[in-house]
């Protein structure tokens, strides 16, 4: 009796190839292993702004608001609504997302992290300007970047 070839058994009964979460897509600008830190933590430690993939959706809109060329300033926009999604439309609680995973992270990737996000840093304190009347708001923030001057709707 002759035998079967080996991809005629294998096609009469499919494994999956996949065992456990599927790899996570690399962030732009941190190694892979970092990536695969910043998933780990969005995963085991989910906090109230943190869910997995929203380190990378941070980074990406933090890029994309400073992206535009020029010397121009730019002028943060408040989220119309307050949901998980819609509030990244807010560069501002894209900051928030990046400064709430920081402390969280392992060293190597959190000095990683830190290095993506000086330059970011340094351009945003740059391309905006500062907020005069903040000292007179009933709230009072920590973090610089909501002192600076933003379009409100």
């Known amino acids: 009796m002759p035998r079967k070839r080996p991809g005629a058994v294998r096609a009469e009964h499919p494994t999956p190839r996949v065992w456990g979460p599927t790899p996570p897509a690399r962030i732009h600008g941190l190694s892979a292993r970092a990536a695969l830190a910043v998933l780990r933590t969005e995963r085991l430690n989910p906090g109230y702004l943190i869910h997995p993939g929203d380190t990378d959706r941070a980074l990406r809109r933090y890029r ?59 351009a945003l304190l740059r391309r905006t300007l500062p907020d005069p009347f903040t000292h007179r708001r009933s709230w009072r923030t920590e973090f610089w970047w909501y002192r600076r001057l933003a379009r409100r709707w």
């Open 64 to 122: 994309e608001f400073l992206h535009p060329p020029g010397r121009r300033p730019l002028y943060p926009q408040e989220a119309e609504c307050s949901c998980s999604g819609c509030s990244f439309d807010d560069v501002r609680h894209a900051r928030d997302v990046l400064e709430e995973i920081l402390p969280i992270l392992p060293p190597r990737a959190r000095a990683e992290l830190v290095r993506v996000l000086r330059p970011l840093d340094a």
